[in-house]
């Protein structure tokens, strides 16, 4: 299970909604093995005047926060970031400077899904990779 989060400028995201949304979930099915029909992402917009970013950053500037089950390897989730980079940076105007990627993870047990505890879920997709 991963929910995504991406917070970005009003034209960046309707520039780009759906180039980012695809490149994303590109990285997660390919570096996470994650089922193609798993696709949980927000976009959040954010006002000028409400995001505060350096000078070094350009008008693109993008942050992606990834929750998700404890349990992917080192490895794993290294891979899922230069993913994530190559593709956005391969599909949109977007720079690898302007992006910034935190992923929060937490054990299956903390989460609800369906009405039943993650932890008591049968899932039809492998989470230590």
């Known amino acids: 299970m991963s929910q995504i989060k991406i917070y970005a400028h009003q034209l960046t ?9 695809n490149a ?8 996470l093995h994650y089922p193609v029909e798993k696709c949980f992402q927000r976009f ?22 990834i929750s998700m089950f404890t349990g992917r390897s080192t490895q794993s989730k290294k891979l899922l970031i230069k993913k994530i980079y190559d593709y956005i940076e391969d599909k ?6 302007d992006i910034e990627i935190t992923i929060f993870e937490t054990p299956k047990e903390n989460w609800g899904i369906r009405g039943k505890n993650a932890d008591d879920l049968t899932l039809n997709y492998q989470i230590n990779v």
């Open 13 to 21: 995201i309707q520039k780009y909604r759906a180039q980012l949304s």
């Open 44 to 65: 959040i917009v954010m006002e000028q005047d409400n995001y505060i970013y350096p000078n070094d950053r350009s008008h693109f500037y993008t942050i992606i926060e």
């Open 24 to 31: 994303i979930h590109q990285a997660l099915v390919e570096a």
């Open 92 to 97: 949109t105007d977007i720079s690898q400077q």
